[in-house]
């Protein structure tokens, strides 16, 4: 099984000209969709089955653990409150880390959190995680220079980040932070 946790929905760092509502709302179809890929649902639709590919799939529905399947409702109800449409006939998603959340067991998700953006890494080599347990497999990793989006301000809980060479260049990799980085220390800049 996996996990999830939520991040915000304030750093939009390579997603113009696709904008921050759109982002949100392909955060939540796919979040939301995703648990339902990991019970065992398959998918009919063009986008459902270019992104989950319907490998190992039991069938068109799936019954979830209690917990999941609330947080399943509260993900759709989400998605009718900001209004989203997804075109589930089109095979793309525009998620610029959509390769990542398909490696993690920990999904991210928007929330309400304050974004924050370390500008200028000067904190070593760090490895970034599928799940908030440094014995979890690295997805990917923070490099001296890097621009490192974070998805919540960094302090003393596991942090989704996405790294790029820098602000609004291409995506370079992401995944979980370990807690405890003191952003004063390690930041060149910081914005946010």
């Known amino acids: 099984m996996f996990r999830f946790l939520f991040f915000t929905s304030a750093l939009f760092l ?4 696709h904008s921050a509502r759109a982002f949100v709302c392909e955060d939540l179809w796919y979040t939301r969709n995703a648990i339902l890929d990991r019970a065992g649902m398959c998918f009919d639709t063009v986008l ?10 039991t069938g068109p529905s799936v019954q979830l653990a209690p917990e999941f399947a609330q947080f399943v409702e509260s993900l759709a109800q ?26 993690l067991v920990e999904l ?17 080599v760090l490895p970034l995680y599928s799940s908030r347990s440094a014995n979890s497999a690295q997805v990917g990793r923070i490099e001296e220079g890097d621009f490192v989006g974070m998805w919540h ?9 996405l790294t790029y060479t820098r602000a609004g260049g291409p995506l370079k990799s992401g995944g979980w932070m370990q807690p405890g980085v003191d952003a004063n220390v390690v930041c060149g800049e910081q914005a946010g």
């Open 153 to 161: 301000g960094p302090g003393p809980t596991w942090v989704y980040v």
């Open 48 to 57: 459902g089955q270019a992104i989950f590919d319907n490998t190992g799939c």
């Open 78 to 103: 989400q998605e009718q409150r900001e209004g989203c449409r997804i075109d589930t006939t089109q095979p793309v998603l525009n998620l610029p880390d959509l390769a990542i959340r398909q490696r």
């Open 14 to 17: 390579s997603l113009a000209p």
């Open 108 to 124: 991210p998700v928007a929330g309400d959190s304050p974004g924050f953006n370390c500008i200028g890494w000067r904190g070593g």
